[in-house]
């Protein structure tokens, strides 16, 4: 067997840019979807927006949700969302989690904190908690 080592593959690498990792539920468990969304380093009030968002639909939906439940709860989910969230046959996946990350101008990848104001916690306490 001849084992040839082709042309060089370069990834674009991210830099100055926020990632925002979610994860997705389908059904009960049947399989788990993964997307990010981004925003530059100075898209900071993007930035704040889709972590209240994401904290929304983490208080919204404790339990999940319902297999042809949507999020019509949710003022904001068509807007920001609805683009990369999975659904297969109408059932849309149930928020499972997300992380928040930093690449700076290297490229390296880093971790984010953040500190929620009172306005901030206001906004997010405004949505209902849904169980079902």
């Known amino acids: 067997m001849k084992i040839n080592i082709g042309n060089v593959i370069t990834e674009e690498q991210r830099k100055d ?4 990792e ?4 389908e059904g009960d468990a049947d399989d788990y979807h993964e997307f990010e ?3 530059n380093k100075d898209e900071l009030k993007k930035v704040k ?3 209240r968002y994401l904290k929304v639909l983490e ?3 404790p339990n999940g949700k319902g297999g042809y439940d949507g999020f019509d709860e949710l003022d904001f ?4 969302f609805e683009d990369d969230w999975y659904s297969y046959e109408g059932i849309i996946d149930s928020f ?14 880093h971790s984010v904190s953040y500190e929620l104001s009172q306005k901030d916690r206001d906004k997010i306490d405004s949505y209902p908690a849904i169980t079902y």
């Open 96 to 109: 499972e989690s997300w992380k928040l990350f930093f690449y700076d101008e290297n490229g390296i990848k």
């Open 59 to 61: 208080k919204s939906y």
């Open 77 to 80: 989910f068509e807007e920001w």
């Open 49 to 51: 927006k889709l972590i």
């Open 22 to 25: 979610v994860k997705t539920m």
């Open 37 to 39: 969304m981004f925003a």
């Open 17 to 20: 840019l926020f990632v925002f």
